[in-house]
Nanobody
Framework: QVQLVESGGGLVQPGGSLRLSCAAS????????MGWYRQAPGKQRELVAT???????DYADSVKGRFTISRDNAKNTVYLQMNSLKPEDTAVYYC?????????WGQGTQVTVSS
């Protein structure tokens, strides 16, 4: 049992930056593949980035070079650093933990990129 709580969302201007945090409790994240997903209004949820237990990362093409996913197992927290934000990045961002057949989602945090 792992519980995930996202934070760090908010309103930011185009070109700005935000850092999202996903704080886990109930279990260590060290054995989980962690990910960030997002869902914009009227659209399906999509993968943003993942990081494996070994630290390898993968990104959606739309965010490559702008977003960075990282994990701090000692703090039991996963981060998503978002730079050069664009209006199309506006969405609810969800944290995800996966291990074998077990998948857990956070409640989401709203990111709005607007001038």
């Amino acid at each position: 049992q792992v519980q995930l709580v996202e934070s760090g969302g908010g309103l930011v201007q185009p070109g700005g930056s935000l850092r999202l945090s996903c704080a886990a409790s109930g279990s260590s994240i060290s054995s989980f593949t962690m990910g960030w997903y997002r869902q914009a209004p009227g659209k399906q949820r999509e993968l943003v980035a993942t990081i494996s237990t070994g630290g390898s990362t993968d990104y959606a093409d739309s965010v490559k070079g702008r977003f960075t996913i990282s994990r701090d197992n000692a703090k039991n927290t996963v981060y998503l650093q978002m730079n050069s934000l664009k209006p199309e990045d506006t969405a609810v961002y969800y944290c995800n933990a996966k291990r074998w057949g077990y998948v857990r989602w956070g409640q989401g945090t709203q990111v709005t990129v607007s001038s």
